[in-house]
T-cell receptor, first 109, second 116 residues
Framework: GQNIDQPTEMTATEGAIVQINCTYQ??????LFWYQQHAGEAPTFLSY????GLEEKGRFSSFLSRSKGYSYLLLKELQMKDSASYLC??????????FGAGTTVTVRA | GAVVSQHPSRVICKSGTSVKIECRSL??????MFWYRQFPKQSLMLMAT?????????EQGVEKDKFLINHASLTLSTLTVTSAHPEDSSFYIC????????????FGPGTRLTVT
């Protein structure tokens, strides 16, 4: 199975940068996903990493180190609408996702 | 991204009754669908994996006789919560796997079930 840890909450100012860390222990790693979830809504796909390194996608970037069991999601130029829960999810060889508990990011003006 | 719908979005039922939730993959054929449950302020927990035309695979601790899953076509999977109890009140979310590219999962909008 997978043990996935991420911080519970983070607060940042509009226009700033926030980095959400995720560590995992897994049997059979087959990719790491980041999802954004607003309260009462389903998660939406943000990024995918399967090889080591940084994947950049506009204001959002995600990094993976498989040897360290570590990933981070970097949110740049924060906007109020970025206030949400961010979920780190690890996929196994059977294509099943295991989710972390989520990090609630609050963006303040 | 792909579109997945769920119906109903909210349902309130009495204890002891059964509730059916539909999950539809609207713009691609989904050989595999997943059912998750999310309690307040907790993350998504996988309940079962549903494969078209075969029996669902349930995660440990999930009662297959209580949570009936049917995946009769490539675009529709249903979850029936039988003899619901207040502790079954939760947010139920389905997802479809595209089977191409990253093979990422696309999530439906979720169904809020409240059992009184």
């Amino acid at each position: 199975g997978q043990n996935i840890d991420q911080p519970t909450e983070m607060t940042a100012t509009e226009g700033a940068i926030v980095q959400i860390n995720c560590t995992y222990q897994t049997s059979g790693f087959n990719g790491l996903f980041w999802y954004q979830q607003h309260a009462g809504e389903a998660p939406t796909f943000l990024s995918y990493n399967v090889l080591d390194g940084l994947e950049e996608k506009g204001r959002f970037s995600s990094f993976l180190s498989r040897s360290k069991g570590y990933s981070y999601l970097l949110l740049k130029e924060l906007q109020m609408k970025d206030s949400a829960s961010y979920l780190c999810a690890v996929r196994d060889k059977n294509y099943k996702l295991s989710f972390g508990a989520g990090t609630t990011v609050t963006v303040r003006a | 991204g792909a579109v997945v719908s769920q119906h109903p979005s909210r349902v309130i039922c009495k204890s002891g009754t059964s509730v059916k939730i539909e999950c539809r993959s609207l713009d691609f054929q989904a050989t595999t669908m997943f059912w998750y449950r999310q309690f307040p302020k907790q993350s998504l927990m996988l309940m079962a994996t549903s494969n078209e035309g075969s029996k669902a695979t349930y995660e440990q601790g999930v009662e297959k006789d209580k949570f009936l899953i049917n995946h009769a076509s490539l675009t529709l999977s249903t979850l029936t919560v039988t003899s619901a109890h207040p502790e079954d009140s939760s947010f139920y979310i389905c997802s479809s796997s595209s089977g191409t590219g990253f093979n990422e999962q696309y999530f439906g909008p979720g169904t809020r079930l409240t059992v009184t």
